[in-house]
């Protein structure tokens, strides 16, 4: 138990420390930063048992990952949900998409995992770049009446089941758990079980799209540390706030159908999403302003008509 919980911290100090090496002076990232800290002393008293992820290291790219040139992107020709896209991903990125619903932080994770071609613009990426992406939707499409080493095992045909079996441990799956069918599972499990099957070729880039849905709390906080471990670059979506601020470094706002960093921590986010709602109510208010200062003046005009 004592050596557990000594690898624990020594693992927790190490998130740290290799977060400070990396970190800008960007606020997320010093945000970020201050939180691992508070984070540490908890950390090490978990029980090394409740880590149910562990991320394969992949091959080292050279950045940039992937870069996008005036790339314009959406599901119909002539009407694209992303204009003129000016960005890149370097290895070791971890990088949140922040918006409201419907303004393409999807959209933008299917263009980054090669799902949606560019509609117009370039994007340059390595040759051999491979990319994990997890998404909500992804549980559905798990075959429930099968079981997590029967998935495994499609993955890994030519490898003895001690193999397969390992590597589904990794992830939380004992002899209880591996045998037993998808449908049986809870929602937890299916979420760590596609984990393991979106990040089984080592991939150097990771899209979750909300990954906590469906975890407990000890299952998120793993989460954090397989993220914070991870050495290839992380695209996160989520309305997870505390996932957000462990694991993150750069924002970058999807809106008004454009994906641009934001230079602030989540706290200056909110005042951003303030400033926006208050800019849309005075414009909302302005026309009808507009329209009573109209009417008067129409008004005022008739009045001298009559008494001329």
């Not at 540490?40 to 790219?61: C, R, W």
């Not at 069918?181 to 809870?186: D, H, K, R, T």
């Not at 909110?270 to 709602?277: A, C, S």
Request: with cysteine.
């Amino acid at each position: 138990r004592k050596s557990k919980q000594e690898t624990e911290r020594r693992h927790s100090q190490a998130f740290v420390d290799r977060v400070k090496a990396k970190a800008s002076k960007a606020k997320q990232a010093q945000s970020r930063v201050k939180l691992l800290e508070k984070m540490k002393p908890i950390a090490s008293m978990v029980d090394a048992q409740t880590i149910a992820f562990n991320f394969p290291k992949p091959e080292p790219l050279s950045s940039p990952l992937m870069a996008m040139e005036a790339v314009q992107v959406g599901y119909e020709i002539g009407n694209p949900v992303l204009k003129k896209l000016d960005l890149r991903i370097d290895m070791d990125d971890r990088i949140a998409l922040l918006g409201a619903n419907g303004n393409g932080k999807s959209t933008f994770a299917k263009l980054v995992a090669s799902k949606l071609a560019p509609m117009e613009g370039k994007m340059r990426k390595p040759r051999t770049l491979k990319v994990g992406y997890f998404a909500q939707h992804q549980l559905d499409e798990l075959q429930e009446n099968h079981t997590p080493l029967d998935h495994m095992k499609k993955l890994m045909p030519d490898a003895i089941e001690a193999k397969v079996r390992a590597r589904l441990g990794s992830f939380g799956f004992g002899v209880d758990k591996a045998d037993r069918s998808v449908g049986s599972l809870s929602g937890g499990e299916k979420a760590r079980l596609m984990f393991a099957i979106a990040t089984f070729e080592k991939p150097q880039l990771l899209i979750l799209d909300e990954p906590t849905n469906h975890l407990d709390v000890d299952s998120r906080e793993a989460l954090i540390h397989a993220i914070n471990g991870f050495d290839g670059a992380v695209l996160l979506i989520s309305h997870d706030r505390h996932l957000v601020e462990a694991c993150v470094d750069r924002l970058w706002i999807v809106e008004k159908g454009d994906v641009k960093r934001f230079d602030g921590d989540l706290e200056d986010y909110k005042l951003h999403l303030l400033r926006e709602r208050a800019g849309e109510r005075a414009a909302k208010k302005g026309p009808k302003v507009n329209d009573q200062k109209k009417a008067a003046r129409q008004n005022a005009a008739d009045i001298r008509l009559k008494l001329a």
